[in-house]
């Protein structure tokens, strides 16, 4: 019983980050736009909000199924969770009122080079990857875990392109 609700709450709190981090990216996009941002590669968006959306669903649905029972290294993947998690806010707040789930390009705005972005390219995504791997496992839905990690490298193969092209436009 406690496993299901530790579980249940996990899936609820990742849920509630996900809502305020799109609450916002949504007031960074009003922002944006009123700046004259012209947004690229929003078809693939809903594929986007779906793979996240049903992760969380599969997380919490295989891992109810499992019982759920914590596998005898579940603190490996926590501990991946746990750490990517301030590289996922050194991001977000280094890119500021630029930051946004979608890839909106102002003209005349230039490339940010600050915080974890000075080191390497994409650093959300990096810590998405290690979300959609770490934490199903946690809970041993290791199906949810390959399924969703699979999909999220071929949703960021197109994302990351889409993205590196609107970069290269925005530097000129």
Do not use: C, D
């Amino acid at each position: 019983m406690l496993n299901a609700i530790l579980l249940v709450s996990a899936v609820v709190l990742v849920g509630v980050q996900r809502l305020f981090e799109l609450r916002y990216s949504r007031r960074n996009e009003r922002r944006l736009r009123a700046k004259g941002a012209v947004e690229r590669g929003a078809g693939h968006y809903p594929f986007m909000v779906g793979i996240h959306a049903l992760w969380l669903i599969s997380t919490l649905v295989e891992g109810l199924l499992r019982g759920p029972v914590f596998p005898f290294w579940w603190p490996v993947p926590l501990i991946l969770f746990l750490i990517v998690q301030p590289l996922r806010y050194w991001a977000i707040f280094s890119l500021g009122e630029n930051w946004n789930v979608r890839i909106l390009v102002v003209p005349e705005r230039k490339l940010v080079w600050r915080g974890p972005y000075r080191y390497f390219p994409h650093p959300n995504y990096v810590v998405v990857a290690v979300e959609v791997l770490a934490l199903p496992l946690i809970f041993g839905a290791w199906v949810t875990a390959l399924v969703f990690t699979v999909l999220n490298a071929a949703f960021l193969s197109v994302r990351i392109s889409e993205e590196e092209r609107a970069l290269e436009e925005l530097a000129g």
